[in-house]
């Protein structure tokens, strides 16, 4: 028997924690949400159609509100900036380029943007998400 076993017990996720948060916090978790499924969606469907261009500008606008969002959420740190903000600034920056590179036609810098912001914001961000105390450990896990 490990250590998580005594403090685990996978389950549905209790959605009705979410209501016992900020607000800040309730449109980050739904913005970061929304982002990661257009984000598969985009990166595993047809790139260049309409809808590709429809769902890339509805990823930026998630992922501009998971950056800002972030910003006003400071409960890891004592209500100060921590190490994952880092990626909040990286997400402000990225997101311009990628659509610049877009607008171009430099398809290499904007799927090289897209999928790093994808794998570094969304997938490892969210994984530290799970992390023992966490919202989303408590939902899961909780």
Known sequence: MSFLDNYTHPHLPTLSLIGHVSPVIQIHLLAAVAAFVIGAVQIFGPKGTTLHRILGWTWVIFMMTVAVSSLFIKIINHGQFSFIHILSGLTL???????????????????????NLYVGALLIAG???FMPGRL??????G
């Open 93 to 115: 920056v990225t997101v311009p380029l990628l659509v610049y590179a877009a607008r171009k036609k430099n398809i290499r810098a904007h799927k090289r943007y897209a999928t």
């Open 127 to 129: 994984l530290f998400t």
């Open 136 to 141: 989303m450990w408590q939902m899961v896990f």
